[in-house]
């Protein structure tokens, strides 16, 4: 249970980490959200692989691994650069509001290897940049209100229904 990880609660209690709770991420995720989605998908791997990992550090880099402070869904400036710039901003903002060890550092700078300069260094930076792809692709796929639309018709799907849903003009979606 990563509710048992001391430095998990420590920084989800945090008021400056909290500030996560207002930017967007994917979807309908807060950055907040989807960093803690992130934690606790990589512990659950590193716990199913038995992955020797330090849990420490596996659950801080994870968490802090967007700690940008901005919403580069409205910065003109940062966001069409967000991609590249973004790990370095975190890791700077968490170094200063949290520290990092050199292994924590690492985990940040390389979230979105092989786009930027940064190799991920060890199985904990390996694991957040793989884990980090993953909850980014399933929190788009799942913020898609037209997939929203058909879980919920679920097994009542249709020909008529999905008629139905090709009526919906895209704006209201
Ligand atoms: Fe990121
Ligand atoms: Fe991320």
Redesign the pocket.
């Known amino acids: 249970m990563i509710e048992n990880i001391y430095i998990y609660n420590k920084i989800t209690n945090n008021k400056l980490f909290k500030k996560e709770l207002n930017f967007m991420q994917h979807g309908s995720y807060t950055v907040y959200d989807h960093s803690i989605y992130v934690a606790k998908t990589c512990v659950k791997i590193a716990k199913k692989l038995n992955l020797n990992v330090d849990y420490n550090s596996l659950v801080k880099g994870a968490l802090l691994?967007?700690y940008f402070l901005y919403d580069w869904h409205d910065n003109d400036e940062i966001g069409k650069l967000h991609g590249f710039v973004?790990?370095k901003i975190?890791m700077n903002n968490a170094k200063k509001d949290f520290g990092l060890t050199e292994k924590e550092e690492n985990m940040i700078l390389s979230?979105?290897f092989p786009m930027g300069k940064s190799i991920p260094k060890s199985k904990e930076s390996i694991l957040l940049c793989l884990v980090?792809k993953y909850c980014a692709t399933k929190e788009t796929i799942s913020g898609n209100k037209i997939v929203e639309i058909l879980k919920k018709a679920n097994a009542k799907l249709t020909p008529y229904s999905l008629f139905i849903l090709t009526l919906i003009p895209s704006c209201f979606l």
């Open positions: 691994h967007d973004h790990p975190a979230h979105m980090d």
